[in-house]
């Protein structure tokens, strides 16, 4: 999906360095391109580099100073085969007008291997953090099997509290049931 891209940039003279991050959907005829974003998407991203083993910096490094080939063969990739589930934990008010400046509670609270990835969020004089746009968090866990991961994802997700916070509960169900 990001090889007809890359050539294409070439073919114009302009070759990319960086990341393309396509957003894809899977159709009865396959998957299909949504997006295409020069960063890693959101939600996405975290649900994916989890996954990748290794050191993530040193290998953002060598692909920014287009040496991305001699690292990869000196450092294979290696990815995870845990399944991962996030859940957005959004503020009141989202879509439109956000409410901010809440505070967030429970973030020292969450279970081992339930991580919060900070969005809107901005850190208070006084250590904690608060509310500051409408997608707050997110909240990634990590499991053997997919219905493992949403429910640890769930319970991070049930520890942050914030005024207003609002979340689906569909994330990684299919007909309202979870996918294992």
Do not use: W
Not at 31 to 37: D, S
Not at 114 to 130: D, E, I
């Amino acid at each position: 999906m990001i090889t007809p891209i890359a050539r294409a940039l070439a073919a114009r003279g302009t070759p990319f360095r960086g990341v393309i991050f396509a957003g894809l959907i899977r159709t009865k005829s396959g998957f299909k391109v949504l997006e295409y974003n020069a960063r890693f998407g959101d939600p996405e991203a975290e649900v994916t580099l989890p996954r990748i083993g290794g050191d993530f910096a040193k290998l953002m490094v060598a692909l920014g100073e287009g040496k991305l080939r001699e690292y990869v063969a000196a450092n294979p990739l290696r990815f995870s085969q845990r399944a991962f589930v996030d859940v957005v934990l959004c503020a009141e008010g989202y879509p439109g007008a956000p409410r901010t400046g809440d505070r967030i509670e429970g973030l020292d609270t969450l279970p081992d291997g339930v991580y919060a990835f900070h969005g809107a969020t901005t850190a208070t004089p006084s250590g904690g953090f608060v509310t500051s746009g409408g997608r707050v968090m997110h909240i990634v866990a990590g499991g053997a099997t997919v219905a493992e991961a949403r429910d640890r994802a769930y319970q991070g997700a049930e520890r942050v509290t914030f005024a207003g916070k609002f979340y689906r509960s569909d994330i990684a169900a299919v007909g309202g049931v979870a996918v294992a």
